[in-house]
Structures are given as structure tokens and as C-alpha cells.
């Protein structure tokens, strides 16, 4: 192990191998930096900048920049707990997300990332965006009232020939994230429960599939998203 | 001295966060030793009686009748507490949001696959009845409220918690397991 390097987290040591992105060499060290956008195995994109960190004085997302030997890493201040809690607050008063009724609701990152940061109310007036759901193919749900477009699905739900059920349509203010009609059509059971599986929230829903977990033995219902990160 | 005073009021909501006021079990005995309750559903007080110092507001501001409520309850109690993802958010009467009113309506009384006895297509339009609002509303967003409990509805040991420190002064504990969006 000769690549391995220092650096500091909040002022402590931490050693890593070199090139290894901040939230992977965090972990490996115990340390919990959450993220939304980013998915372990899939190439970063930095979309939901929950991951931010501060580097030098700047704010630099920890899912997309490599580590470097003595960098020094500023994750828990309270500036960049709030800065997080903002982009929580903003995704949730963006979208319509309303936990109650929501087939997720426990099983959710954006919901447990509120958690973690104890979201009572966001700071941000509710927007009420009038958003389709599109329950045309005989597999999938896909509800745009609660996509918070971290292209998780598009990256990793493809077929046998390597291409997207999930596409990206429209753009800046109308941009949505829709399952390509004839594919959807088409789509096999288990691809659509990793779909759903792999969607944050709950946009993507198998269809015939209701609330099957009891409250209380969800994911998050006892534990704080990133528990399992510890040493 | 004398007790605190407690006011309640379910506006868009469903009393789903009023029965998890009771859901403190046998601490309502220890409560009503802690404070006073004053116009609430709880004690059946229509109106206002004397200066309220906790009014806690369950459900979201969805017609005339509840923005009357509300501010009477901000001009009446010193502190304001949004009980529950309705008063938070909206909670699921703001689902209409979004929606034309008109439409709404239409499928309520009109076109809805329920509705067989309104052969003559009337909607409601006594003037005693409260007007409805374009949109449900989030309490914060008509008056200043103070704190917010969420939860749908928000568990009765937050509900405990949140009171006896309004009453005590104390800090407030916020264990994980009691913050909940459901």
C-alpha cells in the first residue's frame, strides 16, 4: 500500500489511497458525508451538491473531487450544515413531496436526510408546481411530482444492449426525467423494482406494489441515514 | 400563579393530530394539572375567553373561514404552533394544489364517478358557507407561527415534549424516532 495519503477531516487524520473521491476516502475513515445525487459504483456528477465540502476556502462537491495528499477538509461547520439543510429545504418546496401519502415515505434519502438535519419546516415558500405522473407503461409509475432529477435511474437502468430506460426531456425550467415509451412497455419486473430501488425518493413506483413495510421497520425509521458509516 | 393557557384548533386537517393529543395516554391527567384549556375542541370552548399563551393549529388554510380562525388565534395567543404536515405544508388537501378550483368542484359535485343525486348540477354557493381559497395554504405563509411539530400525525411523545418545554422553559429533546414527515 504504498499510494496511501493524509489528509484531514474537520482537523482529523485521515489516510486514503490517492485519487479516491472525499466521500469514499471519508467513509473508509468513519466519517459520513451525505450525498443524494451519487450512487456507489456509478460515475459521480455533483448534481445535488448535498456532498458539499469546503477546501481551501472554497466549496468544492466531495462525491466529484479526488483527494490529495495534505489537503485539509471542512465538512461538519455549521455553514456548510446549513448550506445542506438549504438544498433539502429548497428540493422539498420545488417539488411536491408529500410524505403522508407517499409510497416511500421511510424508505426515502431525501426524507432521511430532512431527518438527519431535523427539517421542522423549510425556510422557502412551497411552490405547488402542477406536475404530470405518467402511468402509461404496464410496469412503472413515474411520478414528476417527486423527481428531484439526480439521473440516478438514467445511469444505471439500461437494458441488455446498453441503452437508458430514463431519459432526460426538455429543458432548464421544464426539464423532466421520463421512461422512454417503448421501452416501458417492455421493461421486465425485476429491472423496474431496481428502478424503483434506485430512485431517492419515490417517483419511480412499481405498479401493484403498495406500502408492504409496517411503520417502524422501514430504513430510516430507527436509524439516521449514514449510521452504517462508522469505524 | 396561574396556569398556563392552551387553545386548539383543527383547520384543513382531519382531528388525526388532535387524537395524538390524546394519544399522551394517562399523561393528559398530568396536563390538565400543567395548564388551562381555552377555546378548543378538546373542552368545546367556541370563543376566546381570556389571553391564551400556546394555541396550537392543526391543518392548512384551504377557505375564508380558516384564515378568520388563524388570525384570530395569532391575535389572541403569544405563541403559535404548527401541529402536523398540514399546518407545515399543506399536507393532503394541498394535493388539489395546483388544480383549477373550478375543476375541483366540478369533479366533486358534477362529473365525479360518486356523485348520482345532483341531477341539476348545483354547487354549493350558499353565502353562509366559507369561500374556498385558490390554493391550500401553509399556516407560516398567512401568519408568523413559531414552532412547528411535524408529523402526520406528529407523534403524541413530540406533542408531550414540545408542550412541557413551552410550559417548563426547558430545552427541548428531539430524539430521532419523534421527528417524522408521517
New interface residues.
Given amino acids: 500500500m504504498s499510494n496511501l495519503i493524509k489528509f484531514k477531516i474537520d482537523g482529523k487524520e485521515c489516510m486514503a489511497e490517492a485519487g479516491k473521491f472525499i466521500v469514499d476516502a471519508a467513509a473508509d475513515n468513519g466519517i459520513y458525508i451525505p450525498t443524494l445525487c451519487n450512487m456507489k459504483g456509478v460515475k459521480p456528477k455533483g448534481a445535488c451538491r448535498i456532498c458539499s465540502v469546503r477546501i481551501n476556502g472554497r466549496l468544492m462537491t466531495s462525491c466529484t473531487t479526488p483527494v490529495t495528499d495534505g489537503m485539509e477538509i471542512e465538512s461538519n461547520s455549521a455553514e456548510i450544515q446549513d448550506l445542506r439543510k438549504s438544498i433539502i429545504e429548497l428540493l422539498?418546496v420545488s417539488g411536491?413531496h408529500?410524505?403522508?401519502?407517499?409510497e416511500k415515505?421511510?424508505n426515502c434519502e431525501l426524507?432521511a436526510l430532512?431527518?438527519r438535519y431535523?427539517?421542522?419546516?423549510?425556510r422557502y415558500?412551497?411552490e405547488?408546481?402542477?406536475?404530470p405522473v405518467d402511468a402509461s407503461s404496464p410496469r412503472i409509475i413515474k411520478d414528476q411530482n417527486r423527481c428531484i432529477f439526480c439521473k440516478r435511474c438514467i445511469k444505471t437502468i439500461k437494458d441488455k444492449n446498453g441503452r437508458s430506460y430514463f431519459v432526460f426531456r426538455n429543458r432548464g425550467h421544464k426539464l423532466e426525467v421520463v421512461l422512454d415509451e417503448e421501452m416501458g412497455k417492455t421493461i421486465d419486473i425485476a429491472t423496474a423494482h431496481l428502478a424503483m430501488e434506485n430512485c431517492p425518493v419515490g417517483s419511480i413506483l412499481v405498479k401493484e406494489k403498495g406500502f408492504d413495510t409496517p411503520?417502524g421497520k422501514r430504513k430510516f425509521?430507527?436509524?439516521?441515514i449514514g449510521s452504517d458509516i462508522k469505524l | 400563579m396561574s396556569k398556563p393557557v392552551v387553545a386548539t384548533t383543527s383547520l384543513a386537517g382531519c382531528f388525526g393530530c388532535h387524537m395524538s393529543i390524546l394519544d399522551i395516554d394517562e399523561r393528559i391527567l398530568t396536563l390538565i394539572e400543567l395548564v388551562e384549556f381555552n377555546k378548543s375542541p378538546v373542552d368545546d370552548i367556541k370563543t376566546f375567553t381570556k389571553p391564551v399563551d400556546i394555541g396550537l393549529i392543526e391543518g392548512g388554510v384551504c377557505n375564508s373561514e380558516n384564515v378568520e380562525v388563524l388570525k384570530s388565534f395569532r391575535k389572541n395567543c403569544k405563541i403559535l404552533v404548527?401541529l402536523g404536515?398540514c399546518a407545515?405544508?399543506?399536507?393532503?388537501p394541498?394535493?388539489r394544489?395546483?388544480?383549477p378550483i373550478e375543476e375541483c368542484l366540478h369533479e366533486a359535485y358534477i362529473g365525479g364517478p360518486t356523485v348520482q343525486l345532483n341531477k341539476d348540477g348545483i354547487m354549493p354557493n350558499d353565502d353562509e358557507l366559507p369561500m374556498l381559497l385558490d390554493?391550500v395554504y401553509?399556516c407560516?405563509?398567512i401568519v408568523k407561527?413559531d414552532?412547528?411539530?411535524?408529523g402526520?400525525p406528529p407523534r403524541a411523545d413530540l406533542i408531550w415534549d414540545a408542550l412541557v418545554a413551552l410550559v417548563t422553559g426547558d430545552p427541548m429533546k428531539?430524539p430521532?424516532?419523534v421527528?417524522?414527515?408521517?
Fill in positions: 422539498f411536491n408529500f410524505c403522508p401519502a407517499c415515505s421511510g426524507q430532512a431527518y431535523q427539517m421542522m419546516v423549510p415558500p412551497y405547488f408546481p402542477m406536475k411503520i425509521d430507527k436509524e439516521p | 404548527s404536515e407545515i405544508m399543506g399536507g393532503l394541498a394535493l394544489n395546483g388544480i390554493k401553509p407560516h405563509e407561527i414552532y412547528f411539530l411535524p402526520c428531539l430521532y424516532e421527528v417524522k414527515f408521517d
